[in-house]
């Protein structure tokens, strides 16, 4: 089994930025790909930034430029830095592993005020 814990939500004014942190512990070996996914209200959960083993990025569109998703293999983290926030990135942020199954962390909420 995998745990995710999410760490670094918050309030935060439009232009400023947030730094999440996800844990992950248990059955480590079993992670390939990490990243995040976020849920908006009334919205579908949706892919933000995801990071391979081999450190591959990839980005939503609407973060790209922004956002800047790492790992660290070594301490079985996966941190994501977010810049200039705005209003639309408001929503609960999910830490997320994939290997035979998918995992995810329990969520933490990111408010960005106008």
């Known amino acids: 089994q995998v745990q995710l814990v999410e760490s670094g939500g918050g309030l935060v004014q439009a232009g400023g930025s947030l730094r999440l942190s996800c844990a992950a512990s248990?059955?480590?070996?079993?992670?390939?790909?990490m990243g995040w996914y976020r849920q908006a209200p009334g919205k579908q959960r949706e892919l933000v930034a995801a990071?391979?083993?081999?450190?591959?990025?990839n980005y939503a569109d609407s973060v790209k430029g922004r956002f800047t998703i790492s790992r660290d293999k070594a301490k079985n983290t996966v941190d994501l830095q977010m810049n200039s926030l705005k209003p639309e990135d408001t929503a609960v942020y999910y830490c997320?592993?994939?290997?035979?199954?998918?995992?995810w962390g329990q969520g933490t909420q990111v408010t960005v005020s106008s």
């Open positions: 248990g059955s480590i070996v079993r992670v390939n790909a």
């Open positions: 990071i391979t083993r081999a450190g591959v990025p």
């Open positions: 997320w592993g994939a290997g035979a199954r998918v995992y």
